[in-house]
């Protein structure tokens, strides 16, 4: 009997690490990453189809209109949002997928998709995510600063998560995602066995 795979939400704030931990994750080849949409420039080496799928303004309104999105936000200037299609083809064919997003984009996927697993990605101090973020060499100092303040909001919203995993050493980070997914995995409603 194949199940569903997962639909796993990792969020957390800008330089906390959560797309390291999805780059790790995704060496499993049960598990897919979701490429979000996006209207934002593309930085430096990023490519169509590869980190994000770079739309018009127009275009990506046209496909909220047309429910083309499971969720979708508005961050800083510009939207991002997750399309439907391909997450639901990983997921019928048993593929765990991940779909790192923001704060906001979280609460819209729980409504609309109740079994999903979510998981904050919390930075160790306020103190290293700003020295991540200039570390990064991408920032401006007034984005630095936007960033340092949007991340004091969104901590708050962590304890509406099912799991706060704190990203100190990448490698302990990805090991206790992976024991979630393990877990979550082994939850008895998931078995699919009437009892």
Not at 121 to 132: A, F, V
Not at 165 to 174: A, K, T, Y
């Given at each position: ?111 609309a998709v109740p ?32 960033r340092m303040k ?25 090991k206790n995602v ?18």
């Open positions: 009997m194949k199940n569903n795979g997962l639909l796993l939400v990792i969020s957390g704030p800008a330089g906390a690490g959560k797309g390291s931990v999805a780059s790790e994750l995704i060496k499993d080849e049960n598990i897919r990453l979701s490429i979000s949409a996006t209207t934002r420039a593309p930085r430096g080496k990023e490519e169509n189809g590869r980190e994000y799928y770079f739309y018009e303004r127009e275009q990506f309104e046209r496909m909220i209109e047309e429910g083309g999105f499971i969720e979708y936000a508005q961050y800083l200037e510009n939207y991002y949002g997750t399309p439907k299609k391909p997450v639901d083809d990983w997921r019928k064919d048993g593929k765990d997928v991940i779909l790192e997003i923001e704060v906001q984009g979280c609460e819209i996927v729980k409504k079994d999903c697993v979510s998981i904050f990605i919390m930075p160790p101090s306020m103190e290293i995510l700003e020295k991540r973020l200039r570390g990064r060499g991408t920032e401006t100092e007034e984005n630095v600063q936007r949007r991340a004091g909001e969104e901590l708050v919203l962590a304890r509406n998560y099912d799991y706060v995993v704190v990203n100190d050493s990448l490698e302990d980070c990805v992976k024991a979630i997914i393990t877990a979550e995995k082994l939850r008895s409603e998931r078995s699919g066995f009437e009892i």
